[in-house]
């Protein structure tokens, strides 16, 4: 399996912004789509982005305009622009590889005034 690690998270104000990176190891990055999801205290993981082997992203309804993913597959890294963030944004963030087992251990990302 492909390790996956998570950076970037960190306490932020409402309106701010973080860049999220998962930077992952192996050959299998660059073959995969790939794809981040957050968790939020009492509630299920749900999907934030995907984008695939090719670079096409697609958002969930929740961070559609706010949100931007990209990938350097050179690098091994995806990464997740976060802009204009709301309380309700407030969550662990987890990177995956697409239709695989594959996760990271989680950033936590926290939007409080």
């Known amino acids: 399996q492909v390790q996956l690690v998570e950076s970037g998270g960190g306490l932020v104000q409402p309106g701010g912004s973080l860049r999220l990176s998962c930077a992952a190891s192996g050959s299998i990055f660059s073959k995969n789509g790939m794809g981040w999801y957050r968790q939020a205290p009492g509630k299920e993981r749900e999907l934030v982005a995907i984008i695939s082997s090719g670079g096409w992203p697609n958002y969930g309804d929740s961070v559609k305009g706010r949100f931007t993913i990209s990938r350097d597959n050179a690098k091994n890294t995806m990464y997740l622009q976060t802009n204009s963030l709301k309380l309700e944004d407030t969550a662990v963030y987890y990177c995956?590889?697409?239709?695989?087992?594959?996760w990271g251990q989680g950033t936590q990302v926290t939007v409080s005034s």
């Open positions: 995956h590889v697409l239709g695989s087992g594959s």
